[in-house]
């Protein structure tokens, strides 16, 4: 019954491969987000969807593409994965754009 | 000046102290205020939500001041378990509005 789950929660890969990211939420929110936390431990948004549709594009790399097929679900695909992509990255959920957000337990993505 | 600002600490206090944190954000027309806190190698996850006149939750207590762009946590008689990093969250107004997590402030409580 995990209300936002994310798979999967380790992923270690060489640089220059591609790797996806998914996200379900099982609580009936109409908007999704991915974050990336570095080493730093500094949370930073880069994507959220609304009910499909993109509404945020931070300044992330177009290597990064976020791909939402319903609003239960956000999937976000690395192409070309460089050592600086190395961060835990977390997908979260809200109703709407303004409220508390509920976050998956995080992919911690290792490059080599 | 950074959209929400917090002291980093670490705060290394004894069980059973009174501790407080502070965040000072710089959009005046920000709207929504949270804390969350987040535990070694975990996701962050809600505290509660900070309201216009102040609110309590148990040992907890938020308050946010618009005038300052200020807001507070306060933790009463700390337990070993309140050891996280807490996370001042405000959203950002506009045609987005997405949410702005400060970096967060480190508490330590020793037995």
């Known amino acids: 019954d995990t209300a936002v789950s994310q798979t999967p929660k380790y992923l270690v890969t060489q640089m220059g491969n591609d790797k996806s990211i998914k996200c379900e939420q099982n609580?009936?929110?109409?908007?999704m987000y991915w974050y990336k936390q570095d080493s730093k431990k500094f949370l930073k948004i880069m994507f959220s969807?609304?009910?499909?549709?993109?509404?945020i594009n931070e300044t992330v790399p177009n290597r990064f593409s976020p791909k939402s097929p319903d609003k239960a679900h956000l999937n976000l695909h690395i192409n070309s994965l460089e050592l600086g992509d190395s961060a835990v990255y977390f997908c979260?959920?809200?109703?709407?754009?303004?409220?508390?957000?509920?976050f998956g337990d995080g992919t911690r993505l290792s490059i080599l | 000046r950074k959209e929400v600002e917090q002291d980093p600490g670490p705060f290394n206090v004894p069980e059973g102290a009174t501790v407080a944190f502070n965040c000072t954000y710089s959009?005046?027309?920000?709207?929504?205020f949270f804390w969350y806190r987040q535990d070694c190698r975990k996701e962050p996850k809600l505290l509660m939500s900070v309201y216009s006149s102040g609110n309590e939750d148990g040992r907890f207590t938020a308050q946010l001041n618009r005038a300052s762009q200020y807001i507070s946590l306060l933790i009463r008689d700390s337990k070993l378990s309140d050891s996280a990093t807490y996370l001042c969250?405000?959203?950002?107004?506009?045609?987005?509005?997405?949410?702005?997590f400060g970096k967060g402030t480190k508490l330590s409580v020793k037995p």
């Open positions: 979260a959920s809200s109703f709407g754009k303004e409220k508390p957000q509920h």
């Open positions: 959009n005046s027309a920000s709207q929504s």
């Open positions: 609580l009936g929110h109409d908007t």
């Open positions: 969250v405000v959203n950002r107004r506009g045609s987005q509005g997405n949410l702005i």
């Open positions: 969807y609304n009910n499909k549709e993109l509404i």
